[in-house]
T-cell receptor, first 111, second 116 residues
Framework: QKEVEQDPGPLSVPEGAIVSLNCTYSNSAFQYFMWYRQYSRKGPELLMYTYSSGNKEDGRFTAQVDKSSKYISLFIRDSQPSDSATYLCAMSVAAGNKLTFGGGTRVLVKP | ETGVTQSPTHLIKTRGQQVTLRCSSQSGHNTVSWYQQALGQGPQFIFQYYREEENGRGNFPPRFSGLQFPNYSSELNVNALELDDSALYLC???????????????FGEGSRLTVL
């Protein structure tokens, strides 16, 4: 069993819909949680960062962390075709430490 | 643009050969990490260098080695290439300090290695 599980998708939604992504994990020592966006043949780009449990909002993006359930989520409101990409969750035990990534969810937003 | 540049962008090697991949960190960053991303999978941590010393290593064999230079640029070397080494190799730089955030890794575009 992988340390971080993520549904590979693809997840197809119409433009303007809410995209809901999530990851589950098994290591209760994880304290830092991130979401990255990766376009085809590009490097990952940091979207959201959260420390410990709680919610964080940044524009159209909302990240949620529930450490008691070992479950994190990313919501994208008013989705656009430019949001079509692979979304990777990542987490680490300590600041500056190695990141453990999920396998990524491919998202397709159709015009 | 993250300011992290990698070279070469693509290369093809044959099994048993050696390869060197290079990374130029974002200005002011003192830490570099290398990740391997196989097709359709998430990146896997190879190792991290901080101030020219290895500062953590993932589950990769010793034939994966690295260097960080005084200007904080870095190299990843892989000896005795195997078919399974075919992947996108990502370099990420960050600034390690008591107040730096764990997630603030800035990735390059990667070097895509194909081993035949």
């Amino acid at each position: 069993q992988k340390e971080v599980e993520q549904d590979p998708g693809p997840l197809s939604v119409p433009e303007g819909a809410i995209v809901s992504l999530n990851c589950t994990y098994s290591n209760s020592a994880f304290q830092y949680f991130m979401w990255y966006r990766q376009y085809s043949r590009k490097g990952p780009e940091l979207l959201m960062y959260t420390y410990s449990s709680g919610n964080k909002e940044d524009g159209r993006f909302t990240a949620q962390v529930d450490k008691s359930s070992k479950y994190i989520s990313l919501f994208i409101r008013d989705s656009q075709p430019s949001d079509s990409a692979t979304y990777l969750c990542a987490m680490s035990v300590a600041a500056g430490n190695k990141l453990t990534f999920g396998g990524g969810t491919r998202v397709l937003v159709k015009p | 643009e993250t300011g992290v540049t990698q070279s070469p962008t693509h290369l093809i090697k044959t099994r048993g050969q050696q390869v060197t991949l290079r990374c130029s960190s974002q200005s002011g960053h003192n830490t570099v990490s290398w990740y391997q991303q196989a097709l359709g999978q998430g990146p896997q941590f190879i190792f991290q260098y901080y101030r020219e010393e290895e500062n953590g290593r993932g589950n990769f064999p010793p034939r994966f080695s690295g260097l960080q230079f005084p200007n904080y640029s870095s190299e990843l070397n892989v000896n005795a290439l195997e078919l399974d080494d075919s992947a996108l190799y990502l370099c990420a730089s960050s600034m390690k300090s008591p107040v730096s955030l764990a997630g603030e890794l800035f990735f390059g575009e990667g070097s895509r290695l194909t081993v035949l």
